[in-house]
């Protein structure tokens, strides 16, 4: 079975700095990094470092941008893009797959260390999926371009919000969505609780139905809380933050 992490998750406001606040406030994470290259998309974004991960919020500064149609298409702030990371042998191989099961690529970021295939939203549903490689990460906590990191910054503080443990996708036909998720990845899809989950080698994906009204989207992050006092469900950018307990 070929590596895939889930390394980062986006998530996608009206405007960043009221959800950069509450993210700060409510999860006591702080902004690691601010990409200046996104601007050339419309955007503007803050990442944070969550264990060995990121959690990124973007947000459109102009109209007409991808972001920007997508908020408007779920009716308002939430989940966007699960950016896995994979092996750079696996790369051309999960090209090969989309290819064969019918996902176009929407994005390919390409630079010496760092490459990036985004999947369709529509082929894929629920969410941007995109496979990423990055040179020199084959352990966990390694570089990340996105997050302009080397592999040398200190862990995320310790104590508090640790990992980034599952995420969860909602559609008015989760199994549906499941098995195409699972078709993409080429990862089982398993009954665990309950739920349909499929496993990564850091973390869940758990499809779920959806009874918001907003229809499909990546919908919950479960976070690794050491900290009893801060464990529970905080909603932030119209996401279901899961506090757990490790």
Avoid at 147 to 160: F, I, K, L, Q, S
Wanted: with cysteine.
């Amino acid at each position: 079975m070929m590596g895939l992490r889930m390394r980062q998750i986006c998530l996608v406001a009206r405007s960043l700095a009221p959800v950069v606040e509450e993210i700060r406030s409510v999860l006591g994470l702080e902004v690691c990094h601010r990409d200046p290259g996104v601007g050339k998309f419309g955007l503007e974004n803050a990442l944070f470092p969550v264990g060995d991960g990121y959690l990124e919020v973007v947000a459109p500064v102009r109209d007409g941008t991808t972001a920007g149609r997508y908020l408007d298409r779920r009716g308002g702030d939430g989940g966007y893009m699960v950016i896995t990371q994979c092996d750079g042998d696996d790369l051309a191989a999960r090209r090969a797959r989309c290819e064969t099961v019918g996902v176009r690529i929407a994005n390919e970021i390409g630079y010496p260390e760092y490459r990036e295939l985004q999947l369709h939203p529509r082929d894929v549903g629920a969410a941007m999926l995109s496979f990423s490689w990055q040179e020199g990460a084959r352990a966990p906590g390694g570089p990340w371009h996105p997050a302009a990191c080397d592999g040398t910054r200190p862990p995320a503080r310790a104590g508090v919000i640790r990992a980034m443990t599952a995420a969860e996708l909602q559609s008015e036909d989760p199994e549906r969505l499941a098995h195409r998720w699972s078709q993409i990845i080429e990862r089982p899809l398993v009954m665990r609780d309950g739920q349909r989950t499929i496993a990564l080698d850091d973390a869940t994906l758990r499809f779920t139905e959806a009874s918001d009204g907003r229809g499909q989207g990546l919908a919950g992050l479960d976070l690794d809380c050491a900290d009893p006092a801060r464990r529970g469900l905080a909603l932030i950018c119209g996401i279901r933050f899961r506090l757990v307990a490790p």
